[in-house]
């Protein structure tokens, strides 16, 4: 994901959000320890130098990839006889966008949300004990 430590000040240490990172380095036998402070900083993964306002999008790709099947055949030898068949399957991707990057790829895929359906999220299913039907005498 779009994510990148960008250095800040010491005098900023104690800011929110900063984090204290430990370079080691070993020079003649002895080791040498340099303490830089930084915040990961979230950016357009289009465009590294946006960090404002920007939204994780999950996208769902449809890939098409041929798959092996039984056929219900015997080959002469009497093994089952293959043959392939395409199958359509979704690939799941995350990327960082901002606003103006967002705004690109809702107009790229507009021909097809205005032909699409939109599609419900499912109802979370109802946890809990069964009810009992049995009666008490």
Same mark, same amino acid.
């Given at each position: 994901?779009?994510?990148? *430590? &960008?250095?800040?000040?010491?005098?900023?240490?104690?800011?929110?959000?900063?984090? &204290?990172?430990?370079?080691?380095?070993?020079?003649?036998?002895?080791?040498?320890?340099?303490?830089?402070?930084?915040?990961?900083?979230?950016?357009?993964?289009?465009?590294?130098?946006?960090?404002?306002?920007? *939204?994780?999008?999950?996208?769902?790709? =449809?890939?098409?990839?041929?798959?092996?099947?039984?056929?219900?055949?015997?080959?002469?030898?009497?093994?089952?006889?293959? /043959?392939? %068949?395409?199958?359509?399957?979704?690939?799941?991707?995350?990327?960082?966008? /901002?606003?103006?990057?967002?705004?690109?790829?809702?107009?790229?895929?507009? =021909? *097809? *949300?205005? %032909?699409?359906?939109?599609?419900?999220? +499912?109802?979370?299913?109802?946890? /809990?004990? +069964?009810?009992?039907?049995?009666?008490?005498?």
């Amino acid at each position: 994901m779009a994510k990148r *430590f &960008e250095p800040v000040d010491e005098s900023q240490k104690d800011e929110e959000g900063v984090q &204290e990172a430990e370079s080691r380095i070993t020079v003649n036998g002895q080791e040498i320890v340099t303490k830089t402070y930084g915040r990961v900083v979230t950016h357009d993964d289009m465009d590294h130098s946006i960090t404002e306002d920007v *939204f994780t999008v999950k996208l769902q790709v =449809p890939v098409l990839e041929n798959v092996e099947y039984e056929t219900g055949e015997l080959n002469d030898d009497g093994t089952k006889k293959l /043959g392939l %068949r395409e199958e359509l399957f979704h690939v799941e991707y995350k990327i960082d966008l /901002g606003k103006e990057s967002l705004a690109k790829y809702k107009e790229a895929l507009q =021909p *097809f *949300f205005a %032909r699409a359906e939109k599609v419900e999220e +499912p109802k979370p299913k109802k946890r /809990g004990r +069964p009810r009992s039907s049995s009666k008490s005498s």
